[in-house]
Nanobody, 120 residues
Framework: QVQLVESGGGLVQPGGSLRLSCTAS????????MAWYRQAPGKQRELVAA???????NYADSVKGRFTISGDNAKSTVYLQMNSLKPEDTAVYYC??????????????WGQGTQVTVSS
């Protein structure tokens, strides 16, 4: 019943900006990484951006220079600032928070998705 609550999606014109946020419903410990994925109709889900608990970041080539991921482990929250949006960014965006336990077990938590539509 653990939920990740997403917000910030919507309709924006090309070149516009959106800021997505995602917060876990409960207290999280041992956060290993936080990330954003997206899935367009008929396409596979792809990694957009990720950030580790120590601040290392990784971006898909298609969003480098336009998107910025940030996180707040204390708040179990991950953000995605999206600038210079393009129609091809249109997709359902899913947040992801991962915990890595002492025995190296990784637990995955997913948001239900938020629609981002870039269109004029």
């Amino acid at each position: 019943q653990v939920q990740l609550v997403e917000s910030g999606g919507g309709l924006v014109q090309p070149g516009g900006s959106l800021r997505l946020s995602c917060t876990a419903s409960g207290t999280f410990f041992s956060i290993y990484a936080m990330a954003w994925y997206r899935q367009a109709p008929g396409k596979q889900r792809e990694l957009v951006a990720a950030i580790t608990s120590v601040g290392d970041k990784n971006y898909a080539d298609s969003v480098k220079g336009r998107f910025t991921i940030s996180g707040d482990n204390a708040k179990s929250t991950v953000y995605l600032q999206m600038n210079s949006l393009k129609p091809e960014d249109t997709a359902v965006y899913y947040c992801n928070i991962n915990r890595k336990l002492s025995d190296n077990t990784v637990l995955h938590y997913w948001g239900q998705g938020t629609q981002v539509t870039v269109s004029s």
